[in-house]
C-alpha cells in the first residue's frame, strides 16, 4: 500500500507478517531467502517474522530449515467454518422454536469463560429479552453457560471453576462450587438447563446443546422470557422442544449418537 493512501491505523509489520502466512498457504515450504526473494523484504526482516509466527505457533521448522504452516493455522480456519456452518444449520430450528413459543431464541458459544451470543431471534412481545449479538454473559449463572459447562471434559471444568469467583448476578445464582458441580451433574442426565433468575432477576431462560460431529458441545440454543410468561408450566413444554431441536440439530452436524431426542419423557422439573 502506498505510503500516501495508508490509513492511521494501518500496521505495517503486521500487513508484512501477515503476508509471510499467506505465502507459506501458497507455496508451502519456504527457506528465509525463499520468503525475503518472494516478497521483496530483507534476509534479516523476513527470519524475524517466521521466527516470531513459529513462536506464537502458527509456522513450523523443517530439518532442512524450511518453513510451512503449522497445524494451528488449520484450526481456526477450522472453527471458523464450524461457527458459520452452525449459525447455517441452526436458523431454521431457531425459526421454529420462535414460531412455537414467541420468545427470543439465542444461539450461544462457549469461548473458554464467558458465552458469546452469536445468532438470535427477538420475540414479537413489546416486553421481552434483549441480548444483543456479541454480548457476552457468564457462563456459570446462565442456561446457555451451564449446559455447555456440564458437557466440557473434567479437566477443562475444572481449569474453568479454579479461574472463575462465582459472584452473585442475579437473586437465584449458585455462588457455591458444591452446588454448581451438582447442577451440572443433574444437566448432563437431561441434556437441558434452567436459569431460573440467575443471571437477572425477572429471568428465566431454558437451553439445551449442540454436538458437533466429534461429540463436543461448543454451541447452545435457548429461549428466555420474563417470569410472567415464563412460568414452570410454560418451561416444561419449553424444555422438551429446545431439547429435540438441538438433538435435530446434532444431527445435522453428523452427531448421530444421541438418542435422547427421540423419547418422549416426562417435563424436567425445575428447583
Known sequence: ???AEKKYFYISSLAKGLKVLELLADEQDQSVSDVAKTLGFNRASSHRFLATLMDLGYVEKSTDNRYRLAFKVMEMGLMMANRIEVRQVARPYMQRLSNSFNETVNLGYFDGRDILHVDKIDSREILRIDSPLGSRAPAYCTALGKVLLAFLPPEELNTFLAGMKLKPQGPNTITSRKKLLEELKNIRKQHVAVDDEELSAGLRCVAS?????????????????????????????????????????????????LTYQKKRVQPILTR
Open 1 to 3: 500500500m502506498p505510503a
Open 209 to 257: 446443546p449442540i454436538f458437533d460431529h466429534t461429540g463436543r458441545a461448543n454451541y447452545a440454543i435457548s429461549i428466555s422470557g420474563p417470569l410472567v410468561r415464563h412460568t414452570f408450566e410454560r418451561i416444561a413444554q419449553i424444555q422438551i422442544s429446545v431439547r429435540d431441536m438441538c438433538g435435530e440439530i446434532s444431527e445435522k452436524l453428523g452427531n448421530a449418537s
